[in-house]
C-alpha cells in the first residue's frame, strides 16, 4: 500500500486593513468613549473656570446640585407621563426653567455673586444634559 501524506495548506486570514473600523474604534475610544476626564468632568468646565474663590465656588456647587436635584426629582416624577418623543425636549425644558429660577434668587440675595458668576450660571443647562 501507498503511503498516504497529507500537507496542511495554513489559510491566512486576510488581514484587516490599518484603517478599518475595529482598528479605528481601538483608537477613539480611549480617547473619546472610555475617558473618565471627557465622559464624567467636560460638563462641569464652566464650573471650574469661575470657581477661583470659595464665595463664588460655594454659590456654583448649591446651585449645580439644586438644579440637578430638583430636576431628577420632577422629571422622575413626571416620567411617565411624558411622550418618548419629546421626552429630553421636557427634560431640558425644567432644567432650564430651574437654572432661570436659581439665577433670579442668586441676583435677589447674593447680587455681588451673581454678578460674577454671570452667563456661568446659565451653562448648568449644558451640565444637566
Keep these: 500500500m501507498a503511503e498516504e501524506t497529507t500537507v496542511d495548506v495554513l489559510e491566512k486570514e486576510p488581514k484587516e486593513p490599518l484603517f478599518s473600523k475595529k482598528n479605528k474604534k481601538l483608537l477613539s ?4 468613549d472610555d475617558n473618565p476626564i471627557t465622559v464624567q468632568v467636560l460638563g462641569i468646565c464652566s464650573a471650574l473656570a469661575i470657581t477661583v474663590q470659595m464665595k463664588q465656588a460655594v454659590v456654583m456647587s448649591i446651585s449645580v446640585l439644586a ?10 416624577w413626571l416620567r411617565n ?3 418618548t418623543r419629546v421626552r429630553i425636549i ?8 430651574l437654572v432661570i ?10 447680587y455681588d455673586v451673581s454678578k460674577q458668576l ?8 449644558t451640565n444637566c444634559i
Excluded at 67 to 76: H, K, P, Q
Excluded at 90 to 97: E, K, N, R, S
Design 118 to 125: 454671570s452667563v456661568f450660571v446659565g451653562l448648568i443647562i
Design 101 to 110: 429660577l436659581v439665577d433670579q434668587v442668586l441676583k435677589a440675595y447674593v
Design 81 to 83: 407621563m411624558i411622550p
Design 67 to 76: 438644579v440637578l436635584v430638583i430636576a431628577n426629582v420632577l422629571i422622575s
Design 90 to 97: 421636557v427634560q431640558l425644558v425644567v432644567v432650564a426653567a
Design 29 to 32: 475610544d480611549p480617547l473619546n
